[in-house]
């Protein structure tokens, strides 16, 4: 079973700008404050694809991340790991052709897959999702060729889509989930298949892909806010003076821990 949900917000900042801050939202919480649980972001991969302008990136990013309460009472401590803060990994990957104003984003969690798939894609635009052209190879060619920079709108629309699946409760995903010692023991009173033939696998499936969608609301708005108190910063101060104040202030901070 796959639950997908999909969400439209407009951002009233110009594309190259909207772009930029997507980029540098998790750069440090002193940008912005609500990237405080990532704990560190490296790119793996980044180039400009010589034919068509565009440019492709792969990231990964670990983020502190604590389970639900009701996922830890609902299910064994050998899926959920137990209570407590944890680091989950996050591969990014994204492209953007910024002559034909548009930018494709996918991120997937790459730890507690057992447990649930977590793909989250982004479709940024200069034309609303309702309004969308095909665009002209012709046209691309030619702002490509064009030594004028090109003009974007003042808005930026983006359409979030996610996708939940949980396989929990297959034999396979079961067997990976139960510690070695356990997986062949039948007289384990936890074994893992029998709690899960109890409940029934569709009903736990149903129920940790529900948990996840709901939290995923106040997580956006996070995310919408911190996007937004980066677009801000970058409006008003300009780019090179807002990295500019962030590495002064990181710096004072390594400072001030070196002499500590």
Excluded at 91 to 118: A, C, H, P, Q, Y
Excluded at 221 to 230: D, P, T, W
Aim: proline fraction near 5%.
């Amino acid at each position: 079973m796959v639950l997908t949900r999909t969400t439209n917000h407009t951002y009233s900042h110009p594309f190259p700008t909207v772009t930029l801050a997507y980029f540098l939202r998790y750069y440090s919480p002193h940008l912005n404050p609500f990237s405080s649980h990532v704990l560190s972001t490296d790119t793996l991969s980044s180039y400009v694809d010589p034919e068509n302008g565009r440019l492709h990136t792969t990231r990964i990013h670990v983020k502190k991340s604590r389970m639900p309460n009701a996922v830890i009472k609902l299910l064994p401590a050998s899926v959920t790991g137990g209570a407590g803060e944890k680091s989950a990994y996050i591969l990014e990957t994204s492209v953007v052709d910024i002559n034909e104003g548009w930018m494709k984003s996918e991120s997937r969690n790459l730890t507690f897959t057992s447990l649930l798939k977590v793909v989250e894609q982004h479709n940024y635009s200069v034309t609303p999702m309702d309004n969308k052209s095909i665009p002209d190879p012709t046209a691309a060619a030619a702002s490509r060729a064009c030594a004028t920079p090109r003009t974007f709108p003042s808005n930026t629309y983006v359409t979030t889509s996610f996708s939940y699946s949980s396989s929990l409760g297959s034999r396979k995903q079961d067997k990976a989930a139960l510690a070695p010692s356990d997986a062949d023991d039948d007289t384990k009173p936890g074994r893992l298949t029998g709690w899960i033939s109890g409940w029934g696998a569709n009903r736990i499936q149903r129920t940790i892909e529900s948990m996840a969608s709901t939290k995923t609301d106040e997580s956006q708005n996070k995310a919408r806010e911190g996007m937004s108190m980066v677009l801000e910063r970058l409006r008003n101060n300009g780019v090179v003076s807002v990295l500019r104040e962030l590495r002064r202030l990181e710096g004072n901070v390594f400072d001030q821990q070196r002499t500590a």
